[in-house]
C-alpha cells in the first residue's frame, strides 16, 4: 500500500510539472500602425478591448478604432475596422477616378521567396514601367503606397484577409496592380572566344632605294597564331505573372508570360511586355 501511494504521488508531481513546462499560448492584437500586443484578450465591447500583456498582470484598454485583428489562442482570427465606402470620405469611388498603385510585386528565386528588398525593386521598376506606358493615368508613387498599407496595418502576412476593393479603398486609387516574378536558374552556357593573326609579306625583293624588303629567311607562305578562351555562363528562366484589379474587387487584366531571354534580369523586358499588352496601354 505504500509503495502505491508513493507511485501515485510520483506520478502527480509529473502531471504538474509536464503541465509547468507546456508554453502558454497566447492570444496577439495586431494594431494599425503595425504594433502586435501578446497576451490574454479579458473582454471585448463596441468600442474597446480589455487586455493584459504576457507576463504581466495591468488591464488595458485598447480602442477598437485602432485594432486591424485579434488572432486568439483558439486560432480563431477576428477581424476589425473593416472600411465603409459610406462612412468614410476618402473612399469616395469619384474620388479613386484614374488612380493606379502598385503593390510590392512577390518575387521567386530557385523556388524561394527573395528579400523584401527585391520585392520593393520591381514595384519601384514596375512604376515606372506602367507610368510610362499609360496615360491619362495618375499613378501613385511607390513609397506612398507602402506608407499607407503600414497605416492600414496590411502586411504580406495578412493582406490576404481583404480583398482587392478594400486594398484600393485604403490607396484611395481606381486600380490597383499585383504581380509575381519567377526566376529559376536552368542550364550553364559555355561560350568559347578566339583570336588568331596572319602575316604575308611573300617573297623578299629590293626596292627603288636598294632597302631589302621580307624576309630572306622565310619561304613567303602565311603565317598565323591562335589561343582561345571559354567561359561557362549561367541561363535563367523567368516569368511574371500581373493582375489589375479595380476598386470594385474585380479582376480588369490577368496574363502571365515567359521571357524568351535567358538573363537573370530578363523580368525588366517581360514587364514591358506585359505593361504593353495591358488595358492601361496606350501608344
Known amino acids: 500500500m505504500k509503495k ?8 502527480l508531481l509529473c502531471s504538474f510539472s509536464l503541465g509547468a513546462q507546456t508554453p502558454e499560448i497566447n492570444d496577439v492584437i495586431l494594431k494599425t500602425n503595425g504594433e502586435e500586443m501578446i497576451g490574454k484578450v479579458q473582454s471585448i465591447s463596441d468600442n474597446d478591448v480589455h487586455f493584459v500583456y504576457q507576463n504581466e498582470s495591468i488591464d488595458y484598454t485598447v480602442k477598437v478604432a485602432d485594432i486591424v485583428k485579434i488572432t486568439f489562442s483558439s486560432g480563431r482570427i477576428q477581424f476589425f475596422n473593416k472600411f465603409d465606402t459610406k462612412s468614410k470620405p476618402d473612399s ?8 493606379v498603385a502598385v503593390l ?11 528579400s ?26 511607390p513609397r506612398t503606397t507602402n506608407a499607407l498599407l503600414i ?21 484611395g486609387v481606381e486600380f490597383v496592380i499585383q504581380g509575381i516574378v519567377t526566376v529559376q536558374k536552368t542550364n550553364q552556357s559555355n561560350v568559347g572566344s578566339s583570336t588568331t593573326t596572319s602575316k604575308s609579306k611573300g617573297k623578299p ?39 489589375i484589379y479595380n476598386d470594385k474587387g474585380n479582376s480588369i487584366f490577368n496574363k502571365d ?5 535567358n538573363t537573370q534580369d530578363a523580368y525588366k523586358i517581360t514587364l514591358k511586355y506585359l505593361a504593353k499588352h495591358s488595358p492601361f496601354y496606350k501608344k
Request: aromatic fraction near 14%.
Open 4 to 11: 502505491s501511494w508513493v507511485y501515485f504521488v510520483l506520478l
Open 92 to 99: 469616395d469611388l469619384a474620388s479613386h477616378h484614374n488612380k
Open 104 to 114: 510590392p510585386f512577390g518575387f521567386i528565386r530557385d523556388q524561394e521567396f527573395s
Open 116 to 141: 523584401d528588398q527585391m520585392s520593393s525593386k520591381i514595384q519601384e521598376e514596375s512604376y515606372d514601367i506602367f507610368d510610362k506606358y499609360s496615360s491619362g493615368l495618375q499613378f501613385q508613387e
Open 151 to 171: 497605416k492600414a496595418g496590411v502586411q504580406n502576412n495578412n493582406i490576404d484577409g481583404y480583398t482587392m476593393g478594400e486594398i484600393c479603398n485604403i490607396l
Open 205 to 243: 625583293y629590293v626596292d627603288s632605294h636598294g632597302h631589302i624588303v621580307g624576309d630572306i629567311f622565310g619561304n613567303g607562305k602565311s603565317k598565323s597564331t591562335s589561343f582561345g578562351v571559354s567561359t561557362n555562363i549561367q541561363n535563367y528562366s523567368t516569368s511574371i505573372r500581373v493582375h
Open 257 to 261: 508570360h515567359t521571357s524568351f531571354w
